[in-house]
């Protein structure tokens, strides 16, 4: 395994006491200016090994050794800043599948039922190939959007 040495320099060291000691900012970043502060080899902290900050700030060992290795190879800055999604979502519900779904909300609802439930909702619509496939949350999520409710 390769192993990660954190040499912080004195601004780097003041920036996260000023982390640590002001400010609002996300537990994830008090728990790597931490852990930074803790690993720090330089001259301007003592370095406390990984298990005892483990214990102490109740992570793992392999957190630790992660925010070390972001720390190395992306820097200061990005070490304690989230990185945003590069996920992409598929929308599947665009405005001509929502005004499906309300024209057939504001129907009569199927024989044997007083009025549509969401799952009923749901299963017509992927019934009619309006949809491939739809939740039944996703449709009460555009009916609250419409100020609709299916039984009504």
Not at 93 to 117: F, Q, T, Y
Request: aromatic residues 6%; hydrophobic residues 35%.
């Amino acid at each position: 395994m390769i192993r990660y040495t954190i040499k912080l320099t004195k601004t780097e060291v003041d920036e996260l006491h000023a982390i640590i000691n002001k400010g609002s900012h996300s537990s994830q970043t008090f728990r790597t200016a931490y852990i930074l502060l803790n690993c720090d080899e330089g001259e301007f902290s003592d370095k406390v090994s990984n298990e005892q900050i483990s214990k102490v700030l109740k992570v793992g060992m392999r957190t630790i050794d992660r925010v070390k290795k972001k720390f190395i190879e992306e820097g200061f800055e990005n070490v304690l800043e989230r990185r945003p999604t590069t996920r992409q979502y598929d929308i599947k519900i665009d405005g001509d599948v929502e005004a499906r779904l309300v024209s057939l909300c504001c129907s009569e609802p199927p024989p044997g039922r007083a009025k549509w439930s969401l799952r009923l909702l749901a299963d017509k619509m992927a019934e009619l190939n309006y949809v491939e496939s739809i939740s039944y949350v996703s449709v009460g999520n555009i009916l609250k959007k419409m100020n609709l409710s299916p039984g009504e």
